[in-house]
Antibody, heavy 118, light 110 residues
């Protein structure tokens, strides 16, 4: 069965960086992209970007350009999302999800809470 | 890219039908048949309910249906059940090759 398992919760200080991992299993990793979506406490979903696991091509949300990097390691079927220069408003649950078609993700990780606080 | 517009809340009684709207622009909803709908229960990850405007993934009940007219997409849930109470989000592919979500709609089953 398809599973996406994310790394554990993180607490970071403003200005630091965080790297969240997402290990995929149950399907051919390079046949699908991975999307990243975040959700601030009590707020809605925000699309962060996606990466093709086939060729590494990425597309990021404009507001995160320059602060976010998405990568994959095909040898371990793992995707990574790194966010730099963290601010308090980056506090959120971060989800990875398998991109099945443009704009749609069918399997989601369990979420990783990233808390940014001094 | 501005968020798609959804009503903040809708409600209905068991057995009834409800519709949630999702309004965008010709650069997203109106320009592509790549509208998706997600259901999210509290503390859980989102679940894909509809993709490409009206397609249901395997395992999603046929009580859930999607449609689109112009710049507005809609999710209809018929035969409302208690377990349908959740937050619902629409999303659309955009002309910038990005994805934009709606603000979310809280569905209450009375």
């Amino acid at each position: 069965q398809v599973q996406l398992v994310q790394s554990g919760a993180e607490v970071k200080k403003p200005g630091a960086s965080v790297k969240v991992s997402c290990k995929a299993s149950g399907y051919t990793f390079t046949s699908y992209g991975i999307s990243w979506v975040r959700q601030a406490p009590g707020q809605g979903l925000e699309w962060m970007g996606w990466i093709s696991a086939y060729n590494g091509n990425t597309n990021y949300a404009q507001k995160l350009q320059g602060r976010v990097t998405m990568t994959t390691d095909t040898s371990t079927s793992t995707a990574y999302m790194e966010l730099r220069s963290l601010r308090s408003d980056d506090t959120a649950v971060y989800y990875c999800a398998r991109r099945v078609v443009k704009g749609a993700s069918d399997y989601w990780g369990q979420g990783t809470l990233v808390t940014v606080s001094s | 890219q501005s968020a798609l517009t959804q009503p903040a809340s809708v409600s209905g009684s068991p057995g009834q039908s409800i519709t949630i709207s999702c309004t965008g622009t010709s650069s997203d909803v109106g320009g592509y048949n790549y509208v998706s709908w997600y259901q999210q229960h509290p503390g859980k990850a989102p679940k894909l309910m509809i993709y490409e405007v009206s397609n249901r993934p395997s395992g999603v009940p046929d009580r859930f249906s999607g449609s689109k007219s112009g710049n507005t997409a809609s999710l209809t849930i018929s035969g409302l059940q208690a377990e349908d109470e959740a937050d619902y989000y629409c999303s659309s592919y955009t002309s910038s090759s990005t994805v934009v979500f709606g603000g979310g709609t809280k569905l209450t089953v009375l």
